[in-house]
């Protein structure tokens, strides 16, 4: 599906070219080098206004379609076309209008799009204006689809008939479905980091929940302030995991809940736990997927302490690597054959620890690209070594505050 998104949106914008750059050939033609650039041909300077305004056009469209994002669109898009008017309009209203006429024309163009909205085909109309002076004496309505199919329409007015608005109206048409289905694979993906940081919640919250509170109820009477200590823990590790805003933490915030989810754990299985940490403070305001790190540490526990009955030594480092920072996870309990490894990661068979290291892999390759998935080295009884790599900065990573 997003190979034929892709292909089309090539398709789309080759075609839009084609259509918007001969539309503005003239004009470019006449401005010459006024504008103090040189860009070689007509068609060339053409090209370059066309590319330009589309790239204008695009940014509130990959928002989806509201009145906002249409209103913002609409602007770049009439000029664009070159018509007098242009609107936008989803299944039951015109969302922006950009050009003369919008008072008196609004009525009439929703019960045309009606229309496009039954059939999916474009239509070609004569305006039927009674008012004086109005340019608008033609229509073009193409529709605008999405995965749902037809979202609403774009309306091009024009004072005459003309094959070209009808062929150019209709490619800016596809070329701004396109952006809308964009727009919904971005929410789809959203939606996606929604539900698996969920599921890592649901798998934190019964298991490590009961074990903790258990472990606190020990040192009540023995022990009440490491008792009451241990609650300040289990409290800021839980306000922490369960927060409702944002994808995305600083490096030095998922360290500082690791940390407390190791000393409930110490709690728990006393000095058979040895932990180190190795961590570059230059790394620390690093922004990462929230939540990515944890499950890492919860595996590194489970099969260096639960599987086994011996000692287990988890060493975690966080190092500055030029444009990257390498965190790694490693352990020296049971370890995992290597072949069974690479199944779980590719979901082809379920795990008995839960999701955290295919979850965690899917998340990295989702936000930063197949490049950045987790690399595991392991062997039955050698071990688990995890290493994860994030770029310190990537467009659209950043911690959001609550």
Not at 54 to 82: D, H, I, N, Q, V
Not at 279 to 284: D, H, Y
Request: include cysteine; glycine fraction near 8%.
């Amino acid at each position: 599906m997003v190979s034929g998104t892709l292909l089309a949106a090539l398709a789309a914008t080759g075609t839009l070219l084609l259509a918007a750059g001969f539309a503005l050939g003239r004009l470019a033609g006449r401005r010459g080098g006024r504008d103090g650039l040189d860009f070689g041909t007509p068609v060339e300077r053409a090209t370059f206004h066309t590319l330009h305004t589309a790239s204008l056009a695009a940014p509130p469209l990959r928002a989806g379609l509201t009145e906002e994002t249409a209103r913002k669109a609409a602007r770049r898009l009439r000029p664009l076309l070159g018509t007098e008017a242009l609107a936008l309009t989803d299944r039951t209203a015109v969302l922006a209008w950009d050009g003369p006429g919008g008072a008196h024309h609004t009525e009439q163009v929703m019960e045309r799009v009606a229309e496009v909205l039954d059939s999916g085909r474009g239509q070609s109309v004569r305006a039927e204006c009674a008012a004086p002076g109005c340019p608008l004496r033609w229509a073009v309505i193409a529709p605008l689809t999405g995965e749902e199919g037809v979202l609403g329409a774009l309306v091009a007015h024009g004072s005459h008939e003309s094959a070209v608005l009808v062929r150019a109206a209709t490619e800016v048409a596809r070329w701004v479905s396109v952006q809308l289905e964009l727009a919904e694979l971005d929410r789809s993906r959203t939606r996606l980091i929604e539900a698996e940081i969920r599921a890592l919640r649901a798998q934190i919250s019964p298991h490590f929940i009961y074990n903790s509170l258990a472990a606190i109820a020990s040192f009540v009477r023995t022990d009440p302030e490491r008792a009451r200590e241990l609650l300040l823990e289990f409290a800021d590790f839980t306000r922490y995991s369960f927060r409702r805003h944002g994808d995305f933490a600083q490096l030095a915030d998922e360290l500082r809940s690791i940390e407390q989810y190791l000393a409930l754990a110490g709690a728990r299985f006393g000095d058979r736990l040895q932990v180190t940490l190795q961590i570059a403070p230059e790394v620390l305001p690093v922004t990462l997927p929230f939540l990515c790190l944890q499950p890492l540490v919860e595996n590194a526990v489970k099969h260096g302490l639960e599987d086994s009955r011996k000692t287990c030594r988890i060493t975690i480092a966080a190092q500055d690597a030029g444009a990257e920072a390498v965190v790694t996870i490693e352990d020296d309990g049971v370890g995992m054959d290597p072949d069974a490894l690479r199944s779980v990661l590719a979901g082809e068979r379920p795990r008995s620890s839960g999701i955290g290291l295919p979850n965690v892999d899917e998340r990295l390759r989702q936000v930063y690209g197949d490049d950045y998935g987790l690399v595991v080295e392991t062997g039955v009884d050698a071990g688990m070594k995890v290493t994860v790599r994030v770029p310190k900065y990537r467009a659209g990573v950043h911690r959001d505050t609550p």
